[in-house]
């Protein structure tokens, strides 16, 4: 059977606004020439003109949070503790059964900037749809940052998952969300503002938060939601393997057997 393959990860990239700036990513870029002479330091005798055109490896350096570019965060990086008290699981924990099954889009493009979803909007896009979800579904959702992603604004684009919307999800059994968002939240500029007005606290990071009741998974910085269908897609995004980690690398995609 033929397959399909939408990549729905973003580049990770130094030169764009992908993060805060203390957060952004490094890249040293070492070419050809830059790297000859360290080629030849492996080869005794070695000099570089006997390199081909005198040129060694490309090799880049990084200096990156595991929450640069397209990754998926453990419940580890919520908070300490999951499902009511367990020890948070890290990102070499995760089950691996979570991260490839059927895909779910909800389309939250036309929310305001800030805004925080509400189980009765899920509720409401899964009925406009036609979808009922299943335990394991991978729901990702489609707001008006991914359009903004590598502008100065991206920051402060898109609206954000609250916590009884995420519970909703994990009530029925999503162990793997995502967003093409910066945060599975509201843009924080929005919920300061909302804890100025309410010296509430329980309204930051609520959505992380619900990872305290109900351990789960989610993708940030996705790409190209827009070009999904609601469903009849698998995902795949297996994070890489970093022993304590909050959250590992992903090249997450959607896969149509066509």
């Not at 609601?230 to 795949?236: K, L, V, Y």
Request: charged letters at 20%.
């Amino acid at each position: 059977m033929p397959r399909r393959i939408v990549d729905l990860s973003v580049a990770l990239d130094a030169e764009i606004a992908s993060d805060p700036p203390p957060m952004l990513p490094k890249i040293d870029y070492i070419d050809h020439k830059q790297s000859a002479e360290q080629v030849t330091q492996f080869f005794p005798g070695l000099s570089i003109d006997q390199l081909p055109a005198g040129e060694g490896w490309a090799v880049e350096m990084l200096q990156i949070s595991t929450h640069n570019g397209a990754h998926l965060d453990a419940p580890y990086h919520f908070h300490s503790t999951m499902n009511n008290g367990e020890r948070a699981i890290t990102i070499d924990e995760v089950p691996l059964e979570w991260c490839f099954n059927p895909g779910v889009k909800l389309d939250f493009r036309h929310m305001e900037d800030g805004y925080v979803v509400t189980a009765n909007d899920v509720e409401a896009e899964l009925k406009r749809i036609n979808h009922h979800l299943k335990p394991f579904d991978i729901v990702v959702i489609n707001t008006s940052a991914g359009a903004h992603y590598g502008k100065d604004d991206y920051l402060l684009k898109g609206c954000g998952m609250g916590r009884e919307a995420t519970l909703y999800l994990l009530d029925q059994g999503v162990r793997v969300t995502g967003t093409d968002a910066w945060s599975w939240d509201a843009p924080f500029a929005f919920t300061a503002k909302a804890f100025a007005a309410s010296d509430d606290p329980s309204i930051i990071w609520e959505g992380h938060r619900a990872g305290m009741e109900i351990g789960y998974c989610h993708i940030e910085k996705l790409s190209n939601l827009e070009s999904l269908p609601p469903d009849g897609f698998e995902i795949s995004c297996f994070p890489w393997k970093i022993k304590g980690a909050s959250a590992g690398f992903t090249r997450a995609v959607a896969i149509f057997n066509e």
